[in-house]
Structure formats: structure tokens, C-alpha cells
């Protein structure tokens, strides 16, 4: 059994709380896409966890974890993640799993990301694009750029130290051309990186594997796999706001060419959706709020990256966005979550649309100029003022709440099978079947 969740919105929607929660009957969490880039925020027993690219299954003695093909691994992240839960007690030996086919995030990619976007930030630059993405910095955007045009280096290039140091070298010598001639920057100096780097193969080597037949064999022994997307649909590089995008598939479609996992052997797509919604970086983002209400939004849900530490823009749930994800990647239920931060609102909107010139859109509009100029269509709804933490039966939420989840789920067409209702493990709804 085969099961997938994935980020319906911009982010940051609280995935890390239901992949935790999931977890507890998964065998094995994989993740699919994205790098270090993400951050998943977990407390247990008082201890905070932030994990930016070993799923959040870790936390589970009984799981099995596994780093897909699709993911861009830094090897000094990775290391830095290690080590923070073998000094908390967590054991990786047996339980996690690299693919050989993943990716290398290098030094160069953190430098050209940062350089790429500060050049597209300068008023007077030469490289000046129209504006800066945002990006977290994790050098991903590079990183993928390298994968797609076929000079990237990988997990498996790293047990072959003279291929490892000849493509290296190779690579850090265009690097630097851009990083000097186009960005006005420093050059890196190719010995030191190669010395560094070197080290990681053994370091590695006990977590490489083939992680495509892993998971081809724990499907036919009838294990439970738990599919984890990082960032979420409108970040998608293909379906998203672009190009205010990350630079994979977070998309349910990622999962299979991110894991080598076939489309069929997926069975159930949980979406996850916060009560209103949240934006890092740059890019459109129609239910901004940029009053008070957006202020509240932030302090009261703590909006702020887990990654970065940048304050997130909020504003009211977009249902309209929300239905877009629903169809891209086939959702066949919801979780929603953070729905106590709404609970001190006297009116908790809803978008139900967009309208652009007066007339109202059929689709998400590609053009993410356009996009910055739709005005939002509004659904008014009486709050619930009461507090929603601990609640753990449906039928014990209040009337407005059970209205407002009502709502998501006609504007959405997908079930609410989930409702968080504090950050706690133990604050969750799951409702039973249809
Ligand atoms: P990149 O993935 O670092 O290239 O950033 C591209 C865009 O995706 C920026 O707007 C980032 O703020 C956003 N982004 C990347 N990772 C996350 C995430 O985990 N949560 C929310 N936004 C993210």
C-alpha cells in the first residue's frame, strides 16, 4: 500500500505534523523532490526537531526511511542532520536510504543561487531579470539545472573518487567563469572543495543504495510506504506560479519520478491544506493580506520559515488555488490544518474565485503577471470565537467550524479526513471513511 502526501498550497502547510502522525503505521517514509530547502519543525516529548531532508519518519524507531532519486542532497546538510539525531539517540543504521541516483548539491550552487538572485534584486545589474524569486538560498535552483542539462554530479559519482574529482573540477571551472565574469564574484578554489567532498564517500557509502528496487521489493512484500512531498503544488516548477517556483515537482506526479515508483502503485493522495494560507519568497499570491488581520495571522500561527527564519506573507484560504491542487495531483483527500489560529475571528473568508478585468476565471492563470492583478472573490463566514485545541471528534467542533470545513470541502470536491487542531501529536480529527 502506497500512500502520498503532498503540499496543496505554497508550503509550509504542516506536512511534517501528518507525515509524524501517518508514520505510526508506515513501514517506510520516502521522500521524492526538492533538498534542503524544506524544514519540517516536529516537537516530541519537549525535544524540537527541524529536519530539512531526512523525512520526518526518522522519529519513528519502527520506519524506514528513504532519500529518492529526485531530492538534491547536500552532503553537508545531510551530515549536519545525522549527526543532530545520532546526538539525540536516533540510530540511521538500517533505517536510512540513499539513492545512488540522487543528486549533489556543491558549494557552486549554494554561491550561484545566492549570486542569481542578488543579481536579479540590483537596480543597475547587467543580469537584471524583472525580479527576484526568493529563493531559500539552498542552492536547489542550480543544483537542478546541472541535473537537467546532464553535467550534474551524483550520489554514485562519489564512489569513484578520480570520476568524482575529474567532473568536479570540470564543473567548478564553469562555476567560476560564471561566478567571475558574469556575477562579479569570488572564484572557489577547486583542491580545497575536492578535498572536502572526498571525505563524504565513506561517510555515505553505509546509507547508498539502489533505492528504486528497495522500495520495488518492500511493495511486494506488502509493506506500508508513505510518500512525503516537500514545499507544495503552486510551487511546482511545471504547475505553479512560475516562475516563483522551486525547481521540482513537489506535484503528486514528482513522486514517481522522484522514487521510481510507478503512477498505479499509488492508492491514496492525502492534500494538505492550512486554514488560510502562506507565502515565502517572491510571487503572486492573490489573498495576500497586508493589514492586521495579516499580522494576526502571522504572530498567532508563528509564520515564519523553518528554513530561513523569514517572516511568511499570509492571508485568507484560497479555495480557488486550493481546487487547482486538487486536480493537478489527483487529491483524493484532505488535512486540514492550523485551524485554531482562526479561532479568535469574528469573519473568516474564503476565496471563492478570481476576476480579472470584472470577468471571473475558469483556470489558474498561467501568467504570473496576470496573476498579481486578479482580485480575489470573497466568501464571508461567521467565526467560531472559542478555542478548537484539543478537540479530537468532528462533532465536537462548533457549528461555524463544521460550516467552514463544509465549505473547503464543496469549494475543494475533496473529503476533510484530517483536522489539526493544535500543534500537539495528540490535537488531530481523523475522521472515519465516506
Ligand atoms: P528554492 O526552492 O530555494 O529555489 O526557492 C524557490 C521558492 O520556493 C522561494 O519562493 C522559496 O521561498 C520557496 N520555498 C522553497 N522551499 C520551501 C519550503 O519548504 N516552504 C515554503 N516555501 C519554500
Redesign the pocket.
Known amino acids: 500500500m502506497v500512500s502520498l502526501i503532498v503540499?496543496a498550497q505554497?508550503?509550509?502547510e504542516g506536512k511534517g505534523k501528518i507525515v509524524d502522525l501517518l508514520s505510526r503505521d508506515a513501514d517506510i517514509v520516502a521522500r521524492y523532490q526538492?533538498?534542503a530547502?524544506?524544514?519540517h519543525t516536529l516537537v516530541i516529548d519537549g525535544t524540537k526537531y527541524v529536519l530539512h531532508l531526512i523525512p520526518s519518519g526518522i522519529l519513528h524507531s519502527h520506519v524506514q526511511c528513504v532519500i529518492g532519486n529526485g531530492v538534491v542532497i547536500d552532503p553537508v546538510a545531510l551530515m549536519e542532520e545525522i549527526s543532530m539525531l545520532e546526538q539525540h539517540g536516533i540510530s540511521m543504521h538500517g533505517r536510512l536510504f540513499i539513492s545512488h541516483r540522487a543528486h549533489l548539491i556543491m558549494p557552486y550552487h549554494k554561491l550561484l543561487?545566492a549570486a542569481r538572485e542578488k543579481a536579479a534584486s540590483a537596480k543597475d545589474a547587467p543580469t537584471k531579470r524583472k525580479h527576484a524569486?526568493?529563493?531559500?538560498?539552498?542552492?536547489?535552483?542550480p543544483a537542478y539545472i546541472d541535473k537537467v542539462s546532464r553535467t550534474g554530479i551524483r550520489i554514485v559519482d562519489l564512489l569513484d573518487r578520480s570520476r568524482f574529482i575529474e567532473k568536479l573540477r570540470t564543473n567548478i571551472r564553469e562555476a567560476n567563469m560564471l561566478l567571475s565574469q558574469v556575477y562579479d564574484g569570488e572564484e572557489l578554489d577547486a583542491d580545497a572543495i575536492a578535498d572536502e567532498y572526498c571525505q563524504f564517500d565513506t561517510r555515505i557509502d553505509p546509507y547508498i543504495t539502489d533505492t528504486t528496487l528497495f522500495l520495488h521489493e518492500a511493495r511486494r512484500a506488502g509493506k506500508r510506504i508513505l510518500l512525503e512531498g516537500?514545499?507544495?503544488a503552486m510551487?511546482d516548477v511545471d504547475h505553479g506560479t512560475y516562475p516563483?517556483?522551486?525547481?521540482?515537482n513537489p506535484t503528486s506526479g514528482g513522486a514517481s519520478t522522484g522514487l521510481g515508483l510507478p503512477p498505479t502503485a499509488i492508492s491514496c493522495i492525502l492534500g494538505v491544506v492550512k486554514a488560510y494560507s502562506?507565502?515565502?519568497?517572491?510571487?503572486p499570491f492573490p489573498t495576500e493580506l497586508h493589514d492586521s488581520i495579516g499580522e494576526q495571522l502571522r504572530s498567532i500561527g508563528y509564520e515564519f520559515?523553518?528554513?530561513?527564519g523569514?517572516p511568511?506573507r499570509c492571508g485568507w484560504l484560497d479555495a480557488f488555488a486550493l481546487r487547482y491542487s486538487v486536480i493537478v495531483n489527483g487529491i483524493t483527500e484532505l488535512a486540514v490544518t492550523k485551524i485554531d489560529v482562526l479561532d479568535s475571528f469574528d469573519e473568516i473568508k474564503i476565496c471563492t474565485g478570481y476576476r480579472l478585468n470584472g470577468k471571473l476565471q475558469r483556470t489558474m492563470p498561467a501568467d504570473a503577471e496576470v496573476l498579481e492583478r486578479v482580485e480575489p472573490v470573497y466568501e464571508v463566514l461567521r467565526g467560531w470565537k472559542t478555542p478548537l485545541a484539543g478537540i479530537r471528534r468532528y462533532e465536537d467542533l462548533p457549528q461555524e467550524a463544521q460550516i467552514f470545513i463544509a465549505r473547503i470541502e464543496e469549494l475543494s470536491e475533496a473529503r476533510v479526513r484530517i483536522i489539526s487542531t493544535s500543534p500537539d501529536r495528540a490535537d488531530t480529527i481523523v475522521r472515519d471513511g465516506q
Open positions: 503540499g505554497w508550503g509550509d526538492g533538498g530547502n524544506a524544514g543561487d524569486i526568493g529563493t531559500t538560498g539552498r542552492g536547489i535552483g516537500a514545499q507544495g510551487l516563483f517556483v522551486t525547481s521540482s502562506t507565502r515565502v519568497g517572491n510571487g520559515g523553518a528554513t530561513t523569514r511568511r
